[in-house]
């Protein structure tokens, strides 16, 4: 569940926004690309961390430690010398992307509670919740649109922004190896990863 809901988190709610901006026909084709891409890449540093953690005897093993463990392990030892500055360079970039993340959710949450309680007088935060709830359940309900009337394809800058959204709406990095490390058997995450964060 914790990789479902990274993968289907507050991104989501940029979703609809990302299709506008790059147009429908690219934007579904990319979008299954980058899907399968964000899978392989996850497989691929499960699988990685897997084996260090087989040839470092560990049980476990977070993002620095992979990154600090393969340099560290290159046959170059001047490679190998750098490890612990690439543990801190991995370390530095986790911690710009998952903060990074955490504003621009927190930016999508408060604009779209604006735009939902502009003009209603004050309310409890349930009643706000409530208000919510219902004006996604009726737009889904009633006002549902069709593909008439969506732009099939932008520019090429369009696309391009379109990626950084869809990226950001898609991608589960900040707790793949974590979900891999407290499974029971994590030779079975390839399945959950599949299972749970499908290509679209």
Do not use: W
């Not at 979703?15 to 690219?26: E, Q």
């Not at 463990?69 to 001047?78: E, V």
């Not at 779209?112 to 409530?130: D, F, H, M």
């Amino acid at each position: 569940m914790n990789l479902a809901k990274g993968a289907l988190g507050g991104g989501v709610l940029a979703g609809h926004v990302a299709y506008m901006t790059g147009g429908l026909y690219p934007s579904m084709c990319l979008n299954v690309i980058y899907g399968f891409f964000m899978c392989y890449s996850f497989y691929t540093l499960a699988m990685c961390g897997q084996r260090l953690c087989r040839r470092c005897h560990v049980a476990s093993m977070t993002y620095p430690d992979i990154a600090e463990a393969s340099c560290a392990l290159f046959p170059n030892p001047k490679i190998a010398r750098c490890s612990f500055c690439f543990r801190l360079y991995v370390d530095l970039i986790t911690c710009l992307d998952l903060f990074g993340a955490c504003a621009a959710y927190q930016l999508m949450v408060a604009k779209t509670i604006k735009q939902l309680v502009e003009g209603l007088p004050r309310s409890s935060i349930e009643g706000q919740n409530a208000l919510c709830l219902a004006t996604a359940v009726h737009y889904a309900i009633k006002n549902n649109p069709g593909f008439t009337g969506m732009v099939p394809a932008h520019n090429f800058e369009a696309v391009i922004k379109y990626t950084g959204m869809a990226v950001f709406s898609m991608s589960t990095a900040g707790v793949a190896i974590p979900v891999e490390n407290n499974m029971k058997d994590p030779k079975k995450f390839p399945f959950v990863m599949f299972l749970v964060v499908p290509p679209p």
